[in-house]
């Protein structure tokens, strides 16, 4: 037979179940915890040119926005990166009106283990990306002007 006290608990333990079910699928922070299955990596574009350049980062779904970065001025975001390893951001560039070219400059499949801080430096040729590692430069993308 049940006792009222086995029922008490069947039902405090029902409605913690569905309160915590709730709190859970409610919350505003993402399902996946930082540091478990979602990490970050910080982008940094310095402009080694004479002179100024616009730059106009963006992935498929966030849109990072257009700076003007000053002759040996820096651009620095952080991006989220996903489980699938497949998140891609990247970025146009600019001298005055003309375009110098739009390059990936965070390709999840190709840079999640290159860096963690990605650097990257615009110069007269191009842009060249840096590794945690010793910093040996690599000419990724020539400007197309």
Known sequence: ?????RNFIYILCYILT???????????????????????????????NN???GVHCKSG????????????????YRVRIGLQKTTLFFCGFSHGKIKKGIFDLYD?????????????KAVGNGIYGYTDKPHQAVLFYKWIK
């Open 108 to 120: 999840a499949s190709r840079d999640s283990d290159r860096c963690n801080k990605c650097t990257w």
């Open 1 to 5: 037979m049940n006792s009222p006290k």
């Open 61 to 76: 779904d966030k849109d990072i926005g257009f700076r003007v970065v000053n002759k040996g001025g820096l651009y620095e």
């Open 51 to 53: 002179f100024s350049m």
């Open 18 to 48: 569905i309160s915590i079910t709730v709190a859970f699928f409610n919350s505003s922070e993402p399902l996946q915890p930082d540091g478990i299955f979602v990490s970050y990596a910080t982008l940094s574009i310095y402009n080694c």
